[in-house]
């Protein structure tokens, strides 16, 4: 049978500049101040950063990583704590808890919007509970009513991992502001891009003092005498890649806007073929930066090919897709619990505990934010190769 034609399309393609970028970045080449010290980006950058989400407090650091780990120095979570993460999350919100040798305790995620389930928090807290950190998964905020209920219940610190989230909405309040600390994370494939890079935003001064300290080996700003009043070590974001993020910040509220209008798009068409079901959107989001789009993929309706295969094939196709991250504690090292001298005691996660995490890690495939950012034409195209994937496959049993 000859194959349906679906005429190929070339994505956009990411990370996105302009001459913003080129300028920003020849001033601080030319003003020969390359760090936060002498220069003025990093500054400018935070202080932006901080206007957009309607934060008082901002700090630029390395990357998003390191955002956590200095995000629980300041709060100064460690041994014999335990910090509450999502199932389903990149590995950095959990290597976070134990680098500073806390407990990660895992709890599932909800099967429709992939983000921690509140409802299984209160389970899983117990004397030693110090944090929860939510994941607003690809760009979908968490539902903070409850997990802020359930903090100041508990006197738990909140610290949103929003890594995913840059300019992302729960009832018309930005992230950032819900919690204790917020983290973002400023890696190549991110919403807003440094190569390499994070922040941090709090309300609350004294934890930007500490934040501040221990993001630049404990010395207090202006320094010349080598104090070190805390423990701290070199996190710092250099002027060269602030000069990147004042650029890309510039940029996002246009392309958070052009992202919400196709990922609604992509929904219909998406949702009109039998076996995919994209991540669902609870009424309280009102901005969703889609970092990533998501959405199971059934095999049994397509021919039993299997959801790495179709990723493949998908990919045979021009269109960039990924697998789903797996449940956190389903990676070779927490399994065998290889936590060095970080943790001793074993870390078991029943596989009963994590249903929707591991459904997620076998059927869900992502897009990256930046399909979202072309023409329809590109919308309409991944649509047409998944149509004609499924059709090839019914010829062929
Ligand atoms: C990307 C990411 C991080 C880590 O950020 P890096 O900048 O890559 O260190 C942390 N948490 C989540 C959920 C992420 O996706």
């Known amino acids: 049978m000859a194959e349906m ?42 202080k932006n950063f901080a206007e957009y989400h309607n934060a008082k407090y901002c ?34 919100t959990v290597t976070a808890v134990i680098y500073c040798n806390a407990k990660p305790v895992v709890v599932d995620v909800e099967p429709d919007y992939f983000c921690i389930d509140a409802s299984k928090i209160e389970a ?26 359930i903090a100041k219940k508990h006197k738990l610190y909140i610290i949103e991992d ?16 819900f919690g204790d600390i917020a983290t973002f994370s400023c890696q190549n494939g991110k919403l807003m ?12 001064e004294e934890l930007y003092e500490r934040l501040y300290l221990i993001h630049t080996g404990g010395r207090p700003k202006g320094d010349k005498l080598y104090r070190h009043v805390l423990l701290g070590s070199n996190y710092r974001l250099s002027e060269i890649q602030a000069a990147l993020l004042i ?6 509220p246009e392309l958070t806007e052009k992202r919400e209008i196709h990922a609604e798009k992509l929904d219909k068409l998406m949702c009109s073929i039998e076996g995919i079901i994209p991540q669902k959107r609870d ?43 797996p449940v956190v504690s389903n990676t070779e090292f927490f399994k065998e619990n290889r936590f060095r ?24 495939i992502w897009l990256p934010h930046y399909v979202l950012l072309g023409e329809e034409a590109h919308l309409e195209y991944i649509a047409e190769v998944i149509k004609k994937l499924k059709k090839s496959f019914a010829e062929n049993v």
């Open 247 to 252: 650029a890309q910040l510039e940029r996002l």
């Open 193 to 204: 891009t440094s190569g390499e890079g994070g922040v941090i935003l709090t309300n609350n």
């Open 162 to 177: 929003a890594s995913h989230a840059h300019g992302a909405e729960w009832k018309g309040r930005k992230v950032g502001n």
């Open 283 to 325: 009424s309280a989001v009102t901005i969703n930066p889609h970092y990533m789009y998501m959405f199971y993929y059934d095999s049994s309706k397509f021919g039993n090919v299997s959801r790495n295969e179709f990723v493949e094939l998908l990919n045979q196709e021009g269109v960039p897709a990924y697998v789903s991250y």
């Open 5 to 46: 034609e679906v005429k190929r399309v070339e994505f956009i393609k990411w990370p996105m500049s302009n001459h913003r970028e080129q300028e920003l970045v020849n001033e601080v080449v030319a003003s020969g101040n390359w760090w936060r010290m002498t220069g003025d980006k990093v500054k400018t950058f935070e």
């Open 124 to 149: 899983a807290i117990t004397p030693r509970t110090k944090a929860i950190i939510p994941v607003h998964m690809a760009g979908h905020a968490c539902d903070m009513d409850e997990i802020c209920r």
């Open 59 to 92: 700090l630029g650091v390395s990357n998003g990583t390191v955002a956590l780990e200095v995000a629980m120095a300041a709060l100064d979570i460690g041994a014999g704590d335990e910090v509450i993460v999502p199932a389903n999350t990149f590995i950095s």
């Open 341 to 364: 001298s970080h943790i001793k005691e074993a870390i078991t996660v029943l596989d009963s505990d994590v249903v929707n995490a591991k459904r997620i890690e076998d059927e869900v």
